[in-house]
Each structure stands twice: as structure tokens, then as C-alpha cells.
């Protein structure tokens, strides 16, 4: 065989073994891609889970107070430890993404609003499970403060919290904004409602048990608000949007 002819097969070979080996190497960097993308949507929805635990606690420990219902806070002060469970997981989770392949810089931003909000949503379980302890300690006392609007504070912040987490699953800016400008409503009711427990407890001593305790559910309604305003900003922060 000519020399010419020889470099020429052998050449056409080699170039036939690199677009081979090319295959499989991009083969194999996409099947790892999208275990990657399936790992981090898994995660992302862990999320979502934690947040739809994190709304029914408050809601329900706000009802607990309202209804005298005292087996409703009981059942939230028990369910605290799954949304401490699935918070540790999800950010074992985010560590193994960061840890397992570098990620651009879309997916970091994912990664670090998840690992800021998991915070913020264990901190809102933690808020209902004060909020139900202080339910059960006043189901059985007959006279309450009336002028406390306890039920129209609940409602916000828990409403707040709801908002939070559509905005963060629908990634939309403009419900997030909504979410921090609501903060100023809960704060608004927060001193309203201070105020008209002061009025009731100096004017009637014997509601002072009772005043005291529904002032520590009015500290933890009002930093709901703080949190979920925090998710909101979070996922600006995530989309680009801050």
C-alpha cells in the first residue's frame, strides 16, 4: 500500500475513534446532567412539601387557640419533628448537588435560595408550635382579652406564607413583591393588637394570665410575617429579580 494511502487510512481511523469516544463521553456527561437536573427538581419539591407543613402548622395552631381545641395544638406540636426531618434532609440534599457536580450559575442561585428557605420555613414550624403550646395552656381559661383580633393576624401572616411559597414554585417576582409589601399589614395589626392587650390587662387585672400568653402568640404571628417576607426575598434573590 502507498505510504500516502496508509497515513490517509490510518488518520481516517483515528478520527473515526475520537468522534467514537467523543459519543461516549458526551453520552455519559448527559445521562450525568440529568440525574443532576431529576436530583435538584427532587429537591426543589422537598421544598415545596416543607412549605405546605410549615402554612398547615400555623393555620392550625391558630385555630387550636380560637376553637379552645387543645388535641389540634397537641397534633402540631407532635408533627414539629417531620418538618425538622425533611429541613435536614433537604439540606443534605443541597450539599451533595454542590459537592456532586459544580453548578452553573442558575443552579447555584437555586441551591442557596433552597438552603435559605428551608431555614426560614423550620423557623415558622417552630413559631406554630409556640403558638399551639400557648393553645393548649389556654384552652381551659374562661376569660380571654376580647378586642384582640387574633384570628385577622393569623390569617395574614398564614396567607403570607401561602404567597410565599407560590412565588417560589412559580418563580414570580411579582407575587413576592406582594408578600413583602404584606408584611407591613402584620405588622400594622402586630402593634394594634399589643396595644389593645395593654388596655384590657390594666384595665381588668384579671385577664393578665391570659393577656400575657396571647402577647407570645402575637410575637410569633408577627415574626410568621418576618419569615415569609424573608422566603419572598429569597426567591428574587433565586430568579434574578433582587
Keep these: ?3 500516502c494511502v496508509a497515513t490517509s487510512v490510518e488518520r481516517g481511523r483515528h478520527a473515526v475513534l475520537v468522534l467514537y469516544f467523543t459519543g461516549i463521553v458526551n453520552s455519559e456527561e448527559s445521562i450525568v446532567r440529568t440525574a443532576y437536573h431529576e436530583a435538584l427538581e427532587s429537591t426543589r419539591l422537598d421544598v415545596v412539601r416543607l412549605g405546605a407543613l410549615a402554612g398547615d402548622a400555623i393555620r392550625i395552631s391558630v385555630e387550636a387557640l380560637e376553637r379552645r381545641d ?3 395544638g397537641a397534633r402540631v406540636v407532635a408533627g414539629d419533628d417531620a418538618i425538622d426531618e425533611l429541613r435536614r434532609r433537604i439540606e443534605a ?15 447555584l442561585r437555586a441551591i442557596a435560595a433552597m438552603l435559605e428557605i428551608v431555614t426560614d420555613l423550620e423557623r415558622i414550624g417552630d413559631y406554630a408550635v409556640d403558638i399551639a403550646k400557648n393553645a393548649i395552656k389556654l384552652s381551659d381559661v374562661p376569660l380571654r382579652p376580647a378586642r384582640v383580633e387574633i384570628d385577622r ?3 395574614t401572616a398564614h396567607a ?9 414554585t412559580e418563580q414570580d417576582p411579582q407575587l413576592a413583591e406582594m408578600v413583602i409589601e404584606s408584611d407591613d399589614e402584620v405588622d400594622k395589626l402586630y402593634k394594634r393588637g399589643v396595644k389593645a392587650l395593654q388596655e384590657e390587662m390594666q384595665a381588668d387585672p384579671a385577664l393578665v394570665r391570659a393577656g400575657t400568653r396571647m402577647l407570645f402568640v402575637l410575637a410569633s404571628l408577627e415574626r410568621v410575617g418576618d419569615r415569609a417576607q424573608n422566603v419572598a426575598w429569597h426567591t428574587k434573590e433565586m430568579i434574578g429579580a433582587a
Design 70 to 72: 387543645p388535641a389540634a
Design 1 to 3: 500500500m502507498d505510504s
Design 160 to 168: 403570607m406564607v401561602l404567597d410565599a411559597m407560590r412565588a417560589y
Design 153 to 155: 393576624i393569623g390569617g
Design 93 to 107: 440534599a443541597c450539599i451533595e448537588l454542590i459537592w456532586r457536580q459544580q453548578p452553573v450559575a442558575g443552579e
